[in-house]
């Protein structure tokens, strides 16, 4: 057989075994949608300018440039250009947003400052960010000025957006009253602090049962679980996948598509059982689906939804 042949199906071999969908069909989740104004928090002097910057994800979860329009909450403290530049014009907080059409960012906050002596901005920190219910965890606050310099002495107030979920009193004690999720903030002379997002009771489990995609074969139980501070990934004894090239396990809100997601580690071995790690920034119920992945070609092997 000529060598040129003989390569020509090795490769159309490798190939075929992650045929499937092209990445280009990835489905349409309005869930992926994301508009990211950084940074969350920001001081400036009076008269002076700061700039925000802005990144848009679109329905597929893919970076794209789009026209924003950006907005303060009171001009009469800071005005905000199309380009997200800010220009200070009196002493007070606001808040910036910027808009992809009607779709809406975080709000971040720009504090404006007269003087070094005023606080800038409030940063506030906790050991955890679960907590089970009827049980305690300690914020703290710290206030600075527009040098970054701490200002001792100030009293705070904190607010918890449910308190029926969790409450926190003058010390900055969380209690967990119900399950849920609760963002808490803290203030001091008109000034508020950036939000710590809580998960009560979160020492739940999601689990699905992996199910072939592509013409693939992947099989077993999977189960995203909470673990005191960390959130694991357990791959049951039955859990069993192919072989392939690049295999890569990821978390994605579609069945068929890793955009938007993401990546956890390599699938190291195509048996189970056995445990992966998943990075601290992701929450409980943040995404639906547990993906087997073949990363070179950008196709799945096999997904399980997590109930």
């Given at each position: 057989m000529p060598r040129l042949t003989l390569?020509?199906?090795?490769?159309l071999s490798v190939f075929t075994s992650c045929i499937g969908i092209d990445y280009?069909?990835?489905?349409?989740?309005?869930r992926l949608r994301k508009l990211e104004v950084t940074p969350e928090t920001a001081a400036i002097m009076s008269g002076e300018t700061f700039s925000f910057s802005a990144v848009y994800y679109n329905n597929r979860g893919i970076e794209t440039d789009t026209i924003l329009n950006w907005t303060s909450s009171n001009p009469a403290i800071a005005t905000v250009d199309n380009n997200g530049k800010a220009t200070a014009i009196s002493q007070g907080q606001?808040?910036?947003?910027?808009?992809?059409?009607?779709?809406?960012?975080?709000?971040?906050?720009?504090?404006v400052v007269g003087n070094s002596n005023?606080?800038?901005?409030?940063?506030?920190?906790?050991p955890s960010t679960t907590v089970a219910i009827n049980s305690t965890l300690q914020f703290s606050a710290e206030a600075k000025n527009i040098n970054d310099q701490e200002i001792t002495g100030k009293s705070f107030v904190w607010t918890s957006s449910d308190e029926s979920i969790a409450t926190i009193d003058a010390n900055g004690l969380l209690t967990g009253k119900d399950n849920g999720d609760v963002n808490i903030s803290a203030m001091?002379?008109?000034?508020?602090?950036?939000?710590?997002?809580?998960?009560?009771?979160?020492t739940g489990s999601r689990s699905g049962n992996f199910k072939g995609l592509t013409g693939h074969t992947v099989s077993g139980k999977v189960t995203l679980k909470r673990s005191g501070d960390n959130l694991l990934l357990d791959f049951a004894e039955d859990f069993e996948?192919?072989?392939?090239?690049?295999?890569?396990?990821?978390?994605?809100?579609?069945?068929?598509?890793?955009?938007?997601?993401?990546?956890?580690?390599?699938?190291?071995a195509n048996k189970g059982p056995f445990t992966l790690e998943v990075p601290s920034s992701v929450e409980?119920?943040?995404y639906d689906y547990v993906i087997v992945h073949c990363k070179p070609f950008n196709i799945p092997f096999g997904?399980?939804?997590?109930?």
């Open positions: 390569q020509f199906l090795l490769l280009l069909d990835d489905p349409i989740d309005e606001v808040t910036i947003t910027a808009f992809a059409g009607d779709f809406e960012s975080n709000k971040a906050l720009l504090t005023e606080i800038a901005t409030i940063e506030i920190s906790s001091a002379d008109g000034v508020s602090s950036n939000v710590i997002k809580v998960s009560i009771g979160s996948s192919q072989s392939g090239p690049g295999l890569f396990i990821y978390l994605s809100n579609s069945e068929s598509s890793v955009s938007g997601g993401i990546e956890i580690k390599s699938l190291e409980l119920s943040q997904a399980a939804k997590l109930e």
